[in-house]
Nanobody
Framework: QVQLVESGGGSVQAGGSLRLSCVAS????????MAWFREAPGEEREGVAA???????TYADSVKGRFTISRDNAENILYLQMDSLKPEDTAMYYC???????????????????WGQGTQVTVSS
């Protein structure tokens, strides 16, 4: 059973920064495909950033140049550094994992079978 626990959310003004963390069960971060998703009220869950198995990263167009996904394999932590935050970034952010994901599905929520409980990010204008 993969356990994922997110933290680091909060309320910031537009232009500010936050760093989200996702602590995973042992060896998950380095051996699973990992991703960040977000879900705003009334909207579908959206892929934000993900790691492929070779360490390649991919981002949603809406966050490219502002968000950075990274990981600490030794500490089993996945991060999402969020800079230049905008009000439209307001959402519940989730960490997701699966042992294998196709490249084309890295930012699709249906491709993942393990999820954290989420951490709320609110950006005010």
């Amino acid at each position: 059973q993969v356990q994922l626990v997110e933290s680091g959310g909060g309320s910031v003004q537009a232009g500010g920064s936050l760093r989200l963390s996702c602590v995973a069960s042992e060896w998950i971060i380095s051996n699973y495909y990992m991703a960040w998703f977000r879900e705003a009220p009334g909207e579908e869950r959206e892929g934000v950033a993900a790691f492929y198995n070779d360490g390649t990263t991919t981002y949603a167009d809406s966050v490219k140049g502002r968000f950075t996904i990274s990981r600490d394999n030794a500490e089993n932590i996945l991060y999402l550094q969020m800079d230049s935050l905008k009000p439209e970034d307001t959402a519940m952010y989730y960490c997701a994992a699966k042992y294998r994901v196709e490249w084309a599905s890295l930012l699709k929520s249906s491709a993942y079978n393990s999820w954290g409980q989420g951490t709320q990010v609110t950006v005010s204008s």
